[in-house]
């Protein structure tokens, strides 16, 4: 498992913990250093956009966990409230 592999993985297990209904799309690779996460409850779509950087140190910085995972939560909301 290579270290984008490991960051996806840890992504997906949060983002289950918090909201087991949504359901996440990670690419395979970043564009211009960039991963474009897409997260889905039932109709609604949301976008986040998450650097390669932060997707591999995600697995092991405690800091970039909880600065990514505030975000997650925001995209949360907004597919809760619709938008």
């Known amino acids: 498992m290579d270290e984008w592999d490991e960051g ?3 992504l997906t297990d949060l ?3 918090a909201a087991p209904d949504v359901s996440v799309v990670i690419p395979v690779r970043p564009t211009g250093g960039m991963f474009l996460i897409a997260f889905a409850r039932g109709r609604a ?3 986040l956009s998450v650097s ?3 997707l591999i140190d995600l697995v092991d910085d405690h800091a970039v966990e909880t600065q990514v995972m505030a975000k997650v939560h925001d995209a949360i909301k907004d597919l809760s409230a619709g938008g």
């Open 15 to 17: 983002v289950r913990t």
């Open 45 to 47: 779509k949301k976008f």
């Open 52 to 54: 390669e950087d932060d």
């Open 8 to 10: 996806k993985a840890r």
